[in-house]
C-alpha cells in the first residue's frame, strides 16, 4: 500500500507545498505528524493525551502541537513535537509533504504532514503529555466501521466527522477529520454519508 500511498501523493504535493503557511510569525498555527508504519499494511500512530492535561485531556490524537518562534518551518514543528511526545528521533521519519491545513473550532490552523517510520521504531511516550501511544492498521478504515458521526460548526460551515473506536480508544473530531481526509482524497477510500449510524452535535466546549 506505501507504494501507492508514494505514487498518488507525489502527484499533488507540490501544490501541498504552496499552500504550506510559511513566514518568521506563525502563532496561531500548529503541525502534527501522520506517521505510517513501513509495512505492507502500514499502521497510523496515535497517541492518548493525558487525563491531566489542561485541554484536549484523554483524546485521542495525532502527535504534534503548536508552532514556537525558534522554530523555522511547520514541517520542524510536526517533527520536533513528535519527538517530544513520542521520542521519535527526526531522522527516522521520512517525510513525504504536507497534507491539507484545517482549522480546529479554536481557531488554530493545523498543517499535517504525512511521514514513513521504521516498522519498529521504539516509541516512548512523554509522561507529562501521554497516556498512551498505539497503533491502528491504515486497512481498517477502509471498511468505515465508525460508531457515530460528528457535526460540528467551523467558521459557519457545518461539517460532518465520522468517529471510530478502536481496541477501547475513541478516535473522532480532528484526529478522524484528518485520517478520514487523507483516505478519501489520496486512496479513494469508500467513507462517505451514513443514515445508519447516531449523529452527535458538538456543543461549544467539545473540540473539533
Do not use: C
Amino acid at each position: 500500500m506505501l507504494d501507492l500511498i508514494e505514487k498518488r501523493f507525489a502527484k499533488i504535493k507540490d501544490e501541498l507545498h504552496a499552500r504550506v503557511p510559511s513566514g518568521s510569525n506563525l502563532h496561531g498555527h500548529a503541525a502534527v505528524l501522520l506517521a505510517l508504519t513501513d509495512e505492507e499494511d502500514p499502521q497510523v500512530i496515535l497517541t492518548l493525551r493525558s487525563q491531566h492535561l489542561s485541554s484536549h485531556s484523554g483524546e485521542v490524537s495525532l502527535p504534534g502541537g503548536r508552532w514556537d518562534d525558534t522554530d523555522p518551518s511547520l514541517e520542524y514543528t510536526a517533527l520536533r513535537e513528535t519527538h517530544e511526545e513520542i521520542g521519535l528521533p527526526a531522522d527516522q521519519v521520512r517525510v513525504l509533504g504536507p497534507l491539507w491545513t484545517r482549522t480546529t473550532r479554536w481557531q488554530v490552523e493545523v498543517t499535517p504532514w504525512l511521514g514513513i517510520v521504521p516498522a519498529n521504531a521504539a516509541l516512548t511516550p512523554n509522561p507529562g503529555e501521554l497516556d498512551a501511544i498505539f497503533r491502528v492498521p491504515l486497512s481498517w478504515f477502509f471498511d468505515d466501521p465508525r460508531i457515530r458521526t460528528d457535526r460540528i460548526t467551523i467558521d459557519k460551515r457545518r461539517i460532518y466527522l465520522p468517529a471510530y473506536k478502536y481496541q477501547g480508544y475513541e478516535i473522532w473530531g480532528f484526529t478522524a477529520g484528518v485520517l478520514t481526509e487523507f483516505l478519501v482524497r489520496v486512496l479513494d477510500a469508500p467513507i462517505g454519508r451514513r443514515d445508519d449510524v447516531p449523529v452527535r452535535a458538538l456543543s461549544e466546549n467539545q473540540d473539533s
